[in-house]
Nanobody
Protein backbone atom coordinates (compact mmCIF):
# COMPACT_ATOMS: atom_id res chain seq x y z
CA UNK A 1 0.00 0.00 0.00
CA UNK A 2 1.17 3.53 -0.83
CA UNK A 3 -0.11 6.63 0.96
CA UNK A 4 0.69 10.14 -0.26
CA UNK A 5 0.67 13.28 1.85
CA UNK A 6 1.92 16.84 1.71
CA UNK A 7 -0.31 18.38 -0.90
CA UNK A 8 -1.97 21.75 -0.46
CA UNK A 9 -2.53 25.23 -1.78
CA UNK A 10 0.51 27.43 -2.36
CA UNK A 11 1.22 30.60 -4.27
CA UNK A 12 3.25 30.58 -7.47
CA UNK A 13 6.94 30.45 -6.67
CA UNK A 14 6.32 28.50 -3.48
CA UNK A 15 7.42 25.02 -2.47
CA UNK A 16 5.84 21.78 -1.33
CA UNK A 17 7.25 18.44 -0.30
CA UNK A 18 5.16 15.39 -1.07
CA UNK A 19 5.68 12.12 0.76
CA UNK A 20 4.68 8.61 -0.19
CA UNK A 21 4.84 6.03 2.58
CA UNK A 22 4.98 2.37 1.65
CA UNK A 23 3.66 -0.34 3.92
CA UNK A 24 4.28 -4.02 3.54
CA UNK A 25 7.05 -3.57 0.98
CA UNK A 26 10.52 -2.16 0.48
CA UNK A 27 10.90 0.42 -2.26
CA UNK A 28 14.32 -0.97 -3.22
CA UNK A 29 12.60 -3.91 -4.88
CA UNK A 30 10.64 -1.77 -7.33
CA UNK A 31 10.83 1.01 -9.81
CA UNK A 32 9.28 4.08 -8.17
CA UNK A 33 7.71 7.18 -9.57
CA UNK A 34 5.56 10.26 -9.19
CA UNK A 35 2.77 11.11 -11.60
CA UNK A 36 0.21 13.86 -11.80
CA UNK A 37 -3.13 14.50 -13.39
CA UNK A 38 -4.42 17.98 -14.10
CA UNK A 39 -8.15 18.64 -14.53
CA UNK A 40 -9.28 17.49 -17.95
CA UNK A 41 -5.89 16.04 -18.83
CA UNK A 42 -4.34 12.60 -18.90
CA UNK A 43 -2.08 11.38 -16.13
CA UNK A 44 1.56 12.16 -16.85
CA UNK A 45 4.86 11.08 -15.41
CA UNK A 46 6.75 13.60 -13.31
CA UNK A 47 9.76 11.62 -12.09
CA UNK A 48 10.73 7.98 -12.28
CA UNK A 49 13.52 5.72 -10.99
CA UNK A 50 13.82 2.29 -12.58
CA UNK A 51 14.14 -0.90 -10.60
CA UNK A 52 17.82 -1.67 -9.89
CA UNK A 53 18.83 1.84 -10.91
CA UNK A 54 19.67 5.02 -9.03
CA UNK A 55 19.27 7.51 -11.86
CA UNK A 56 16.16 9.64 -11.98
CA UNK A 57 14.20 10.61 -15.07
CA UNK A 58 12.32 13.90 -14.85
CA UNK A 59 9.70 15.39 -17.09
CA UNK A 60 11.13 18.37 -18.98
CA UNK A 61 8.52 20.61 -17.39
CA UNK A 62 9.88 19.98 -13.88
CA UNK A 63 13.62 19.60 -14.44
CA UNK A 64 15.62 21.87 -12.17
CA UNK A 65 12.60 22.53 -9.94
CA UNK A 66 11.59 19.10 -8.60
CA UNK A 67 13.76 16.58 -6.77
CA UNK A 68 12.78 12.94 -6.26
CA UNK A 69 14.41 10.85 -3.55
CA UNK A 70 13.72 8.19 -0.93
CA UNK A 71 14.74 7.70 2.67
CA UNK A 72 17.50 5.40 3.85
CA UNK A 73 14.99 2.93 5.25
CA UNK A 74 13.64 2.57 1.70
CA UNK A 75 10.04 2.86 2.83
CA UNK A 76 9.22 6.45 1.94
CA UNK A 77 9.74 8.45 -1.23
CA UNK A 78 9.62 12.21 -1.53
CA UNK A 79 9.02 14.80 -4.19
CA UNK A 80 10.46 18.19 -3.32
CA UNK A 81 8.79 20.77 -5.52
CA UNK A 82 10.23 24.28 -5.77
CA UNK A 83 9.41 27.32 -7.88
CA UNK A 84 5.90 26.02 -8.33
CA UNK A 85 3.80 27.25 -11.23
CA UNK A 86 0.03 27.25 -11.79
CA UNK A 87 0.52 24.57 -14.44
CA UNK A 88 1.85 22.25 -11.73
CA UNK A 89 -1.68 22.07 -10.31
CA UNK A 90 -3.15 18.59 -10.21
CA UNK A 91 -3.52 15.41 -8.24
CA UNK A 92 -0.14 13.83 -7.57
CA UNK A 93 0.21 10.07 -7.30
CA UNK A 94 3.10 7.85 -6.33
CA UNK A 95 3.45 4.38 -7.79
CA UNK A 96 5.70 1.35 -7.86
CA UNK A 97 6.45 -0.96 -10.73
CA UNK A 98 9.34 -1.97 -12.93
CA UNK A 99 11.51 -0.20 -15.44
CA UNK A 100 11.14 3.45 -16.35
CA UNK A 101 11.33 4.57 -19.93
CA UNK A 102 11.69 8.27 -19.45
CA UNK A 103 8.88 9.00 -17.02
CA UNK A 104 6.75 6.12 -18.25
CA UNK A 105 6.78 3.22 -15.80
CA UNK A 106 6.41 -0.32 -17.10
CA UNK A 107 4.63 -3.06 -15.18
CA UNK A 108 2.89 -0.72 -12.74
CA UNK A 109 1.82 -2.61 -9.67
CA UNK A 110 0.46 -0.21 -7.05
CA UNK A 111 -0.82 3.37 -7.08
CA UNK A 112 -1.36 5.64 -4.13
CA UNK A 113 -4.67 7.43 -3.65
CA UNK A 114 -3.30 10.81 -4.70
CA UNK A 115 -2.81 14.17 -3.04
CA UNK A 116 -4.10 17.47 -4.40
CA UNK A 117 -1.62 20.22 -5.27
CA UNK A 118 -3.02 23.63 -6.17
CA UNK A 119 -0.85 26.53 -7.23
CA UNK A 120 -2.75 29.78 -7.21
CA UNK A 121 -2.45 33.34 -6.02
Amino acid sequence: QLVESGGGLVQPGGSLRLSCAASGLTLDNYGIGWFRQAPGKEREGVACISINDDSTNYADSVKGRFTFNRDNAKTTMYLQMNSLKPEDTGVYFCAIGGKCVGTVMKNLEVWGQGTQVTISS
